[in-house]
């Protein structure tokens, strides 16, 4: 298995991985938006022999604190073809994404999705639910990428606006 930076070059392989995993165009279709939009953070492909098989993308979140911006992302959509799920390509994605996303200065990832699959990575509703957000409920987590980050009680957090123009 081999995971890497995605290049324009994948976009094709990316779209084909999102439609598949998912059964239609939604999650094909936010990542052509964020990537339109500049919001894109960090995008990795996953491959073996050659052929793509799994896509993540982190992006860029608007996350507030006592009226400061603070560096956040989220991770959405991640996608890996039917026949290689359960493998571990999901989750070598997530971590090389949230390793680089460390790297970088951001102090904060989200999530929207199964609690049981995303604490094995960190993610916590705990540390959600101090943020009002239109996506706030069970299934918003959020997860501290910086030890050393001051975590706030309140804040706001909204996802890149590509996700609310989904529809």
């Known amino acids: 298995m081999l995971t890497r930076a995605a290049t324009p070059a994948d976009a094709p392989a990316i779209k084909l991985v999102h439609q598949t995993a998912f059964g239609g165009e939604v999650e094909a279709r936010l990542v052509s938006m964020l990537e339109a939009d500049d919001d894109t953070l960090v995008s990795l492909v996953a491959g073996i022999e050659g052929a793509t098989v799994g896509h993540v993308l982190f992006s860029r979140m608007r996350v507030t604190v006592d009226g400061e911006s603070l560096a956040a992302a989220a991770l959405a959509p991640v996608g890996v073809l039917p026949h290689y799920q359960g493998l571990g390509f999901g989750s070598a994605l997530i971590r090389e994404g949230l390793a680089r996303l460390s790297a970088m200065g951001v102090g904060l990832c989200f999530v929207l999705g199964h609690a049981g699959y995303y604490r094995r990575f960190g993610f916590s509703t705990d540390l959600a639910v101090r943020f009002a957000s239109p996506y706030a409920g ?21 996802y890149a606006p590509a996700f609310s123009r989904l529809g």
Not at 138 to 158: H, I, K, N, Q, Y
């Open 138 to 158: 069970s299934d918003f987590m959020a997860l501290a990428l910086d030890s050393a980050l001051t975590l706030p009680e309140r804040g706001v957090a909204d």
